[in-house]
């Protein structure tokens, strides 16, 4: 069978695998949609909690971003899965007791203000929009490259497929659909990685197979740092970047992830407190699978990528370069006319360009695997696009339907109304998300940073605070998360769009990057509110109360249903 | 629960959370990136130290410290009888 019609199958079956869950897991009330009736087991939820985190930049571009910045991209690794630990321990288990549907709730109850809860859902919809237009462009691209279906309809039928199973499951069907999507896009990870395991090193186990040596008997990284070296390029195993800066960008993604809604609802979703932890624990277990995977991926490829094409002559190149010429993601441009590949470090030497989405996406052709595990690679980046969607599409509808509608500008909708509402702006979000997908703002793959930084600045400090620190007032919680928000709009805005007078890298505050600087933010944030909070009144004795009461566990089920 | 055993818990609590988020910090902050160049001197098989704990090994303990802080805190709710 060719390529074309295994791609066709593999996501004809996925689909309709998704559309079925779909209608099996309908949301009957509000509660169905908003957390899924609160009784996921924590098993499923962290396969759901992982699907919904690994986004198509997780599934395509990251084994890419660490195949061509090697130790560098490390933030990534630890940035992305470290937060789980803070997750885990100083979040997941207080926030399923406090046993609300959304993170706004949160803040706007903690903090008993509309201000706190209207900050809250503009900083929910903020980060969920910036991240959830990236999802759609995944989408139409996967469409494109695999299926030459143009970007648009790709991103169309991707959302009729999202809007279906998100409007009628909410919550609900979204959990069991990325249940399946978690498996889908994992197996479609893994199998590749496991062949050229086996191809390159004689270990099927990625993650020791690129510590090991290959078929000439040399350490696979030794040679790869040795091809860096003698093309020009930095070390693969020691980076470029400042250490202060790595470890800033870090900080800040751990933070971020810690901070950003669609992971934190995830955790209202399961039965009691023990689930939530326990919920978090496998969430990471099933993350760690595919980002200790990635590095090995990012190895192979590179080591493959360079021995393939380097000072090769042009003509000779495999089938798989031309195909990716065609799509633009890989130019080759004969600049002494020697009709071999110079690829090189040196940007006035070098003659060869290559896109990083390739480094997954063309993987399988480059170690030549068979169709079906070509296919496969569709399939799997779709269902990680698809998951991530569905799970901001949902915050999105709840921040408009539950946040602002029902807390704020109409308390006494019913039920159904409320149920109808938020079907209606998911409806409309996914409309806005599809738009972004098919004309992508300038600003999309910098935002990305935002999100986080966002996150950081924000969310963060005004849940931990409001847990753990007992005096803290809404005066405090406030002024922090403002004040916090507003440094990193205008850093990344200086830095990112060349607003306020713009600047370069050595205008930077300190030396950290708009991508680090969520940090700064978060600390900022912590201090301005801890400073007020003491200079202002203490917070009604019945928040104190309310306080004492998330820090036990037992009675979630009863803080459910007030 | 009485105030004196409310506050004991969550002073337990709060020391895993110490102790875990210490080693959080040591195997990312500090193996990962402070003293990278150092353990990378070190060499295990293929792998450089520094560069194998911030691609590999930091993101194995994560997972570890999350498994031992449930254990913990399983124990500690059924200790103080607040688990359901």
Redesign the interface.
């Known amino acids: 069978m060719d390529l074309q019609m295994w791609t066709w199958l593999l996501i004809a079956i996925t689909f309709s695998i998704y559309i079925g869950i779909a209608i099996w897991s309908r949301a009957g009330s509000t509660k169905d949609f908003y957390v899924a009736g609160g009784g996921v087991s924590p098993l499923a939820n962290g396969l759901a909690t992982a699907a919904d985190w690994m986004s198509a930049a997780s599934f395509i571009s990251m084994a890419g971003l660490?195949s061509f910045s090697g130790?560098d991209a490390?933030v990534y690794?630890?940035g992305w899965?470290?937060g789980?630990?803070l997750l885990?321990?100083?979040l997941a288990?207080y926030l399923r007791k406090f046993g609300k549907f959304t993170v706004p709730d949160f803040i706007g109850d903690r903090y008993y203000s509309n201000v706190a809860r209207s900050v809250a859902v503009f900083c929910a919809l903020i980060v969920s929009f910036t991240y959830v237009a990236g999802q759609m462009r995944g989408v139409g691209l996967v469409f494109s490259r695999f299926l030459e279906v143009d970007i648009t309809s790709g991103v169309l039928i991707g959302m009729i497929i999202v809007l279906f199973y998100a409007v009628l499951g909410g919550m609900k069907g979204i959990t069991y659909t990325q249940v399946a999507q978690y498996c889908v896009l994992i197996f479609a990870f893994m199998v590749p990685a496991i062949f050229i395991s086996i191809q390159m090193t004689g270990n099927p186990i990625p993650?020791i197979g690129?510590?090991?040596?290959g078929t000439d008997g040399v350490?696979?990284?030794?040679k790869l740092d040795g091809l860096h070296h003698e093309l020009g390029f930095d070390a693969y195993?020691?980076g470029s970047k400042s250490?202060l800066d790595?470890?800033f960008i870090?900080?800040a993604l751990?933070v971020g992830t810690a901070g950003l809604p669609h992971v934190i609802v995830r955790f209202f979703t399961v039965k009691?407190?023990?689930d939530a932890?326990?919920s978090?624990?496998w969430a990471?277990?099933f993350i760690?699978i595919l980002?200790?995977t990635a590095?090995a991926i990012a190895v192979f490829a590179r080591t493959n990528l360079i021995q393939t094409v380097s000072n090769k002559a042009y003509a000779q190149l495999p089938e798989w370069v031309g195909n990716w010429e065609a799509t633009g993601l890989l130019k080759f441009e004969d600049k002494n006319n020697d009709n071999i590949v110079q690829y090189l470090a040196d940007p006035v030497l070098n003659e060869l360009t290559v896109d990083k989405d390739i480094m997954v996406l063309a993987n399988p052709e480059i170690a030549q695997l068979p169709n079906w595990v070509i296919a496969l690679v569709a399939a799997g980046g779709l269902a990680a696009a698809l998951s991530t969607a569905a799970g901001l599409l949902l915050v999105i509808s709840a921040s408009v339907s539950h946040d602002l509608i029902k807390k704020m500008i109409y308390p006494k909708i019913s039920e159904k109304g409320e149920l109808i509402t938020a079907r209606i702006s998911a409806i409309a979000a996914v409309t806005v998300a599809g738009y972004f997908g098919i004309n992508p703002p300038d600003f999309v793959a910098a935002t990305v940073a935002l999100a986080f930084g966002l996150a950081a600045a924000s969310f963060f400090p005004a849940i931990t605070l409001g847990i753990f620190v007992k005096r803290m007032n809404k005066e405090g919680a406030v002024a922090g998360m403002v004040i916090g928000m507003l440094l990193m709009l205008y850093y990344m805005m200086r830095f990112k769009f060349d607003w306020f007078g713009g600047g370069t890298e050595e205008d930077w505050w300190f030396g950290i990057s708009p991508e680090g600087f969520g940090t700064v933010a978060m600390f900022v944030n912590f201090g301005v509110s801890l400073l007020i909070a003491f200079l202002s009144p203490k917070p009604p004795a019945e928040i104190q109360d309310m306080v004492?009461n998330i820090?036990?566990?037992?009675?979630?089920?009863e803080a459910y249903t007030h | 629960m009485p105030e004196k055993d409310l506050k004991r818990y969550w002073r337990t609590n709060l020391s895993y959370l110490a102790i875990l988020l210490s080693v959080w910090f040591l195997v990312s902050f500090l193996c990962g990136i402070v003293w990278v160049e150092e353990l990378n001197t070190i060499r295990w098989g293929g792998f450089k130290l520094g560069f194998w704990f911030a691609q590999q090994g930091s993101i194995y303990v994560f997972v570890i410290i999350i498994l031992i802080y449930i254990r913990l805190m399983n124990r500690l709710d059924q200790k103080y009888n607040v688990n359901e």
């Open positions: 660490i130790y490390s690794l630890m899965t470290g789980y630990v885990a321990l100083l288990p993650q690129f510590g090991s040596t350490y696979l990284l030794d195993t020691s250490r790595v470890f870090t900080a751990m009691k407190v023990s932890r326990k978090a624990g990471l277990f760690s980002y200790t590095p004492e820090r036990i566990p037992s009675g979630a089920g």
